[in-house]
């Protein structure tokens, strides 16, 4: 009974701290009722991308130095053919390892376009899989517009 009286507290630690990982994790994930595009046959570690939008909209990613190296600062930016549509932010995760989220704010530069700044983390995994979904905010809600890349340790 005494040992039970020992153990009795570190398992409810236990219970909530998992609780609370996934329920943290679950948030961070974003809104489910976020429309998600993916668009086709375009790779951003070797080119610009396009997405198009349900309104015919056309949004145009870019991601620069090309190819995109690993712990090196990388350019976003991000232009809209459209009206009403403002992105939010880029949100690159790890699709072959977790790598945690890599979230860059875009901000309007005054001429059409949102530019952000980030860098990428260095993986055990020589080749790397990375998703990157753009959030946009328009007029009927969010969308978010998801690309795939992969990356190449040295």
């Known amino acids: 009974?005494?040992?039970?009286?020992?153990?009795?507290?570190?398992?409810?630690?236990?219970?909530?701290?998992?609780?609370?990982?996934?329920?943290?994790r679950h948030l961070a994930g974003g809104d489910a009722s976020i429309e998600q595009l993916a668009p086709e046959g375009c790779d951003l570690a070797a080119q610009s991308c396009e997405g198009i939008l349900g309104d015919g909209s056309v949004v145009q990613l870019a991601?620069?130095?090309?190819p995109i190296e690993l712990m090196?600062?990388?350019?976003?930016?991000?232009q809209v053919e459209g009206t009403g549509w403002t992105p939010l932010r880029l949100d690159?995760?790890?699709?072959n390892m977790e790598m945690g989220l890599n979230r860059t704010s875009l901000n309007p530069d005054g001429r059409g376009r949102w530019r952000g700044e980030t860098i990428l983390p260095i993986c055990s995994q020589r080749r790397m899989h990375w998703q990157a979904a753009l959030l946009l905010q328009g007029p009927e809600g969010a969308?978010?517009?998801?690309?795939?890349?992969h990356t190449q340790r040295p």
């Not at 991601?63 to 090309?66: A, E, F």
Request: no cysteine; charged share 15%.
């Open 72 to 78: 090196k600062p990388l350019k976003v930016e991000v």
């Open 1 to 24: 009974m005494a040992r039970m009286k020992k153990i009795l507290p570190v398992v409810l630690f236990l219970i909530l701290a998992a609780m609370g990982y996934f329920l943290a």
């Open 63 to 66: 991601v620069q130095p090309r």
């Open 143 to 149: 969308v978010q517009l998801l690309y795939e890349f």
């Open 92 to 95: 690159i995760t790890g699709l």
